[in-house]
């Protein structure tokens, strides 16, 4: 049974550039959620998808945008690159029809360099 | 949202046991407290969760104080494949998202 899969693993851009993400959940799994983490700090909430929707969003700016397609999988979209971008982003996943406590299962992410 | 307080960082001997704190003083009655570690250069991973008893699983006990504002997780027997770093989570039952603070970087030694 796979994981959270995650693609890339590493990822090169320039200033201004943009980029796009892609996680595939956990077998049976409805909901994705993206978190951005910066070295040395733990993850920080972007968004979650659920039903292709947008369901609740953290304090990102609009140019971090997401896609959910019929089969689950995500991406996560980032336009107008810029230094502090360079993270590591984190797909996770979970089961919304069972409760909002179930566990979410995290993917190794993306760590994405902006030079 | 309900904020969590963790020891930055915490060592322990292999095959001693382990008890990671975290205080929630402003928790909610609604907040469950999640537990998660994160393994170095992998995702992080769900260690347990309760919301007012204590709580036991393969890998690990959660202890939770009676008034809740403060809680411990338990490693029984630390190994050094348990060196990561330990996030303790308030989450609320309406919300599906985490708000990960810090967390506690534990490290074994042999």
């Known amino acids: 049974d796979a994981g959270v899969t995650q693609s890339p693993t590493h990822l090169i851009k320039t200033r201004g550039q943009q980029v796009t993400l892609r996680c595939s959940p956990k077998?049976?799994?409805?909901?994705v959620s993206w978190y951005q983490q910066a070295l040395g700090q733990g993850p920080q909430f972007i968004f979650q998808?659920?039903?292709?929707?947008?369901?609740q969003r953290g304090n990102f700016p609009d140019r971090f945008s997401g896609h959910q397609f019929p089969n689950y999988s995500s991406e996560l979209n980032v336009n107008a690159l810029l230094l502090g971008d360079s993270a590591l982003y984190l797909c996770?996943?979970?089961?919304?029809?069972?409760?909002?406590?179930?566990?979410?299962?995290f993917g190794d992410g993306t760590r994405l360099s902006i030079l | 949202d309900a904020k969590t307080t963790q020891p930055n960082s915490m060592e322990s001997n292999e095959e001693e046991p382990v008890h990671l704190p975290c205080n929630h003083s402003?928790?909610?009655?609604?907040?469950?407290i999640h537990w998660y570690r994160q393994l170095p250069s992998q995702g992080p991973e769900y260690v347990i969760h309760?919301?007012?008893s204590n709580v036991n699983n393969r890998m690990a006990s959660l202890a939770i104080a009676e008034d809740r504002k403060s809680s411990t997780l338990i490693l029984h027997r630390a190994t050094l494949r348990d060196a990561a770093v330990y996030y303790c989570?308030?989450?609320?039952?309406?919300?599906?998202?985490?708000?990960f603070g810090a967390g506690t970087r534990l490290t074994v030694k042999p």
């Open positions: 996770a996943s979970s089961r919304r029809a069972r409760g909002s406590n179930q566990p979410q299962h």
């Open positions: 077998s049976g799994h409805d909901t």
């Open positions: 998808y659920y039903e292709e929707e947008e369901r």
């Open positions: 402003t928790i909610s009655g609604t907040d469950y």
């Open positions: 309760g919301l007012t």
């Open positions: 989570i308030l989450r609320d039952v309406p919300n599906n998202d985490m708000r």
